[in-house]
């Protein structure tokens, strides 16, 4: 918990928190042991309405918070782009490669392909029939695809920015491509079934 939102919550506080942020208003308190809901040290409390209710605190973390965003944005202004928007959406696109030969598909493609599977599945003549030279190949095909699908083929690149950081810092310690990879694969998938990539 942040310390301004344990000025903004606290119900009772000590004389050395109330002191420093906020302002004695009140002629006497009524005073007890108890918690205080900003140091959080067990001490003599009081309510914290008999010091202003931390206002002066709270304003002054306010403050700081509103000049390190404004820095912030400062600092952001004046970067430039990672990437252009080609190269962008190079970074975004799903390959499969073997070898010499390169075929590209998204995700949306794939699971066009099963679905027409699927039809062909319910209409072929050997399906229906269980021919079993016609049943063998299609369920060869379907776990091709079914594979892609999973993506054991199908490979999500780094993200742009995880690639620019890549390239400055070097890869992450103690762990592997595969497994760096593995991660922001799913992390896209995730992002991607939440509709916002």
């Given at each position: 918990m942040t310390l301004l939102n344990k000025l903004l919550?606290?119900?009772v506080v000590c004389r050395d928190?109330?002191?420093k942020y906020g302002k004695y208003s009140v002629g006497c308190s009524s005073v007890w042991n108890g918690t205080c809901g900003v140091c959080g040290e067990d001490k003599p409390?009081?309510?914290v309405r008999d010091w202003g209710y931390l206002t002066k605190g709270i304003n002054?973390?306010?403050g700081q918070v509103?000049?390190?965003s404004k820095e912030v944005a400062d600092y952001m202004l004046s970067v430039g782009p990672i990437m252009n928007d080609s190269e962008l959406e190079d970074c975004l696109k799903a390959s499969y490669e073997q070898g010499e030969i390169a075929c590209m598909f998204t995700e949306d493609e794939i699971g066009f392909l099963n679905e027409c599977l699927d039809t062909l599945q319910e209409h072929h003549p050997?399906?229906?029939d269980n021919n079993l030279v016609d049943v063998t190949l299609f369920e060869s095909i379907e776990q091709k695809?079914?594979?892609?699908?999973d993506d054991y083929c199908v490979k999500y690149e780094l993200s742009p920015a995880m690639k620019a950081y890549v390239e400055k810092y070097g890869t992450f310690p103690d762990e592997s491509e595969n497994e760096k990879w593995e991660g922001f694969r799913d992390a896209f998938v995730m992002l991607k079934?939440?509709?916002n990539v």
């Amino acid at each position: 918990m942040t310390l301004l939102n344990k000025l903004l919550t606290a119900d009772v506080v000590c004389r050395d928190c109330g002191d420093k942020y906020g302002k004695y208003s009140v002629g006497c308190s009524s005073v007890w042991n108890g918690t205080c809901g900003v140091c959080g040290e067990d001490k003599p409390v009081t309510e914290v309405r008999d010091w202003g209710y931390l206002t002066k605190g709270i304003n002054d973390l306010k403050g700081q918070v509103k000049e390190q965003s404004k820095e912030v944005a400062d600092y952001m202004l004046s970067v430039g782009p990672i990437m252009n928007d080609s190269e962008l959406e190079d970074c975004l696109k799903a390959s499969y490669e073997q070898g010499e030969i390169a075929c590209m598909f998204t995700e949306d493609e794939i699971g066009f392909l099963n679905e027409c599977l699927d039809t062909l599945q319910e209409h072929h003549p050997g399906l229906l029939d269980n021919n079993l030279v016609d049943v063998t190949l299609f369920e060869s095909i379907e776990q091709k695809f079914t594979t892609l699908y999973d993506d054991y083929c199908v490979k999500y690149e780094l993200s742009p920015a995880m690639k620019a950081y890549v390239e400055k810092y070097g890869t992450f310690p103690d762990e592997s491509e595969n497994e760096k990879w593995e991660g922001f694969r799913d992390a896209f998938v995730m992002l991607k079934s939440a509709g916002n990539v």
